[in-house]
């Protein structure tokens, strides 16, 4: 096994557990999403909300290169700001 496909397979077994771990909170909202560029340590922190009887989830990735953020665009229809 040659250390690229070893370290493939680590990335894919840390993702597979990652999953895992944040399956149970599918349908969170996102309330906080921060980027820190300091350093040599660049993090994201996400911070998921279920609902006020479930604890804040707090995911924390290092190490970054690129980070990308969007959201879908609104429908005219859905936009409170048309007038009748």
């Known amino acids: ?6 370290a493939d397979d680590a990335f894919k077994n840390r993702c597979a557990n990652a999953a895992r771990t944040l399956a149970p909170f ?10 820190a560029a300091f350093s040599e340590d660049d993090s994201l922190e996400i911070i998921l909300r ?3 009887s479930s604890p804040d989830v707090v995911i924390e ?7 990308s953020v ?11 700001t048309q007038s009748p």
Not at 1 to 6: H, L, P, R, S, V
Request: charged share 15%; glycine share 6%.
């Open 1 to 6: 096994m040659t250390d690229k496909t070893a």
């Open 26 to 35: 599918s349908g969170s909202f996102i309330t906080r999403i921060s980027f």
């Open 50 to 52: 279920k609902g006020p």
């Open 61 to 67: 990735l290092s190490n970054l290169h690129y980070v």
């Open 70 to 80: 969007s959201k879908p665009l609104r429908s005219p229809a859905a936009s409170s």
